[in-house]
T-cell receptor, first 110, second 117 residues
Framework: DQQVKQNSPSLSVQEGRISILNCDYTNSMFDYFLWYKKYPAEGPTFLIS?????DKNEDGRFTVFLNKSAKHLSLHIVPSQPGDSAVYFC?????????FGAGTRLTVKP | DSGVTQTPKHLITATGQRVTLRCSPR?????VYWYQQSLDQGLQFLIQYYNGEERAKGNILERFSAQQFPDLHSELNLSSLELGDSALYFC????????????????FGPGTRLTVL
C-alpha cells in the first residue's frame, strides 16, 4: 500500500533554474512531512520538514509547500546547483509511523 | 558523516540462511530505527527501539527480529532468508524517540547491502 507517492522517478534541470519535486499522499492522518536527500553510497540526510498546520516552510534555497486539500507537497530548490544532484525522498509521518516515497533522482546540469 | 555506523557494508548469503546486521547510533542518541529499501522502492520502516525497549513496529516480517543493547547499539536479525529479502538496510538514530512523528531528526547510517542468492 503506497500511501506516499513520488510520480516522477527523475528530473533534470539547468544550473541556476528552479527544481520542483512533487509528492502525493493518501492518508489524512499524516501530520508531518519531510524531505530527505540521498547521495550514492550514503544514507538519507534530512533536508526540510513542514507541519500539517502550515502551508509553507523555507530554509535558504529550499522551500516546501503543503496543500492539504489536495494531499500534495512539493519541494522547490532555487537556484539549483550541481551539488544538489541526488535522490530526494519525501516522507510523511503520523506519531509512530513514517512512510517514504520511492524517490526522485534530480540531476542539475552545469 | 552522520555519526551512525553500520556493519557490514555488504553481505552476500544464500536462501535459508540467517544474518545479523549491526548498527551503532550517534553518540548520545537513545533511539534507533531500522528501514529496508528494496530496489526502486522507498524506505520501509521496520522497527524502532528507544533506550533498549521496542517503541514502534512497522512492516517487519516475523522472520526478522531486532534488539537494542545496554550500550545502545542495535542488531537486526534476518532468518530463513528469501531472494526477496535482498535490499539495502538502513539504521537511523535520534536523540529522542519522537523522530517518527517528525519532531526530531533522524540521522541515517550508510546502510548494509544484503544480497540473497
Amino acid at each position: 500500500d503506497q500511501q506516499v507517492k513520488q510520480n516522477s522517478p527523475s528530473l533534470s534541470v539547468q544550473e541556476g533554474r528552479i527544481s520542483i519535486l512533487n509528492c502525493d499522499y493518501t492518508n489524512s492522518m499524516f501530520d508531518y512531512f519531510l524531505w530527505y536527500k540521498k547521495y550514492p553510497a550514503e544514507g538519507p540526510t534530512f533536508l526540510i520538514s513542514i507541519s500539517s498546520i502550515k502551508d509553507k516552510n523555507e530554509d535558504g534555497r529550499f522551500t516546501v509547500f503543503l496543500n492539504k486539500s489536495a494531499k500534495h507537497l512539493s519541494l522547490h530548490i532555487v537556484p539549483s546547483q550541481p551539488g544538489d544532484s541526488a535522490v530526494y525522498f519525501c516522507a510523511a509521518s503520523a506519531k509512530y509511523d513514517m512512510r517514504f516515497g520511492a524517490g526522485t533522482r534530480l540531476t542539475v546540469k552545469p | 558523516d552522520s555519526g551512525v555506523t553500520q556493519t557490514p557494508k555488504h553481505l552476500i548469503t544464500a536462501t535459508g540462511q540467517r544474518v545479523t546486521l549491526r548498527c551503532s547510533p550517534r553518540s548520545g542518541d537513545l533511539s534507533v530505527y531500522w528501514y529496508q529499501q528494496s530496489l526502486d522502492q522507498g524506505l520501509q520502516f521496520l522497527i524502532q527501539y528507544y533506550n533498549g525497549e521496542e517503541r514502534a513496529k512497522g512492516n517487519i516480517l516475523e522472520r526478522f527480529s531486532a534488539q537494542q543493547f545496554p550500550d545502545l547499539h542495535s542488531e537486526l536479525n534476518l532468518s530463513s532468508l528469501e531472494l526477496g529479502d535482498s535490499a539495502l538496510y538502513f539504521c537511523a538514530s535520534s536523540l529522542s524517540g519522537r523522530a517518527l512523528s517528525g519532531t526530531d531528526t533522524q540521522y541515517f547510517g550508510p546502510g548494509t547491502r544484503l544480497t540473497v542468492l
